[in-house]
């Protein structure tokens, strides 16, 4: 689901390129969206295998959605179960978060944190959420309704923090970086 760094996504991902007008300075730059979201990892690691992934809709060994065997295999959201419940839960994070239109896709590069806990607890654990996108509004806000208004993973997360930054294009040789901003 990631947008392809190749130059086939730069409309996901560099503001502009889709032939769109873009803010003062800003052409050929991004956006950055970061989340400091505690994750409660004590409760995860009580929570079953099966509880777990289906949190998530993905297995934890492979990645693979619970309805194929590889990471990379689509999600079939309309297969059940035996009994006649989804295999991929509606809630499950992955259900929720993956892209409802094509466009509403961002590139994602979460960094897992294990900090000091503070006096009197035990972990002090989470994800620094960030992603990159060419329009946060478009392609990033949709997904973050999404998961407020329901992802099994909020049983174990609490967010902390959050910003969202506009980021210059790169300067060439004998250029400053923000000098069409400047301009
Ligand atoms: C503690 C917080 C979070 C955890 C532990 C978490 C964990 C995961 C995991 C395990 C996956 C499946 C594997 C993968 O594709 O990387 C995933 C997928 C994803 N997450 Fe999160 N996530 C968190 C927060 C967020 C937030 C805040 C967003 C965006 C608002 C987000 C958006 C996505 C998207 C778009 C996918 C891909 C869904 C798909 O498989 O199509 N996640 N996340």
Redesign the pocket.
């Known amino acids: 689901?990631?947008p392809r760094v190749d130059g086939l996504d730069d409309p996901l991902l560099w503001v502009g390129a889709d032939g769109s007008p873009a803010p003062k300075g800003l052409r050929d730059g991004t956006s950055l969206?970061i989340?400091r979201?505690?994750?409660d990892l004590d409760r995860w690691d009580k929570a079953d295998r099966t509880a777990r992934e289906n949190a998530?809709?993905?297995r934890?060994d492979t990645?693979a959605?619970l309805t194929g065997t590889r990471?990379g295999d689509p999600?079939d959201l309309s297969a059940v179960d035996r009994l006649g419940f989804p295999v991929i839960d509606a809630a499950s994070?992955?259900?929720r978060?993956?892209?409802a239109q094509p466009h509403?896709?961002?590139l994602?590069r979460?960094y897992?944190y294990d900090d000091t806990p503070a006096p009197g607890t035990r972990t002090n654990t989470?994800?620094v959420?960030v992603?990159f996108q060419a329009n946060p509004v478009r392609q990033?806000v949709p997904?973050?309704r999404?998961?407020d208004e329901a992802?099994l993973?909020g049983l174990?997360?609490t967010?902390i923090g959050s910003g969202v930054y506009a980021v210059l294009p790169g300067a060439r040789e004998g250029e400053h970086l923000g000098a069409a901003l400047l301009a």
Request: zero cysteines; aromatic letters at 8%; glycine letters at 8%.
């Open positions: 689901m990631q969206v989340r979201i505690a994750m998530v809709g993905r934890l990645g959605p990471a999600p994070h992955m259900r978060a993956m892209p509403e896709r961002i994602r979460p897992a989470g994800l959420f992603s990033f997904i973050q999404r998961l992802d993973l174990w997360t967010p």
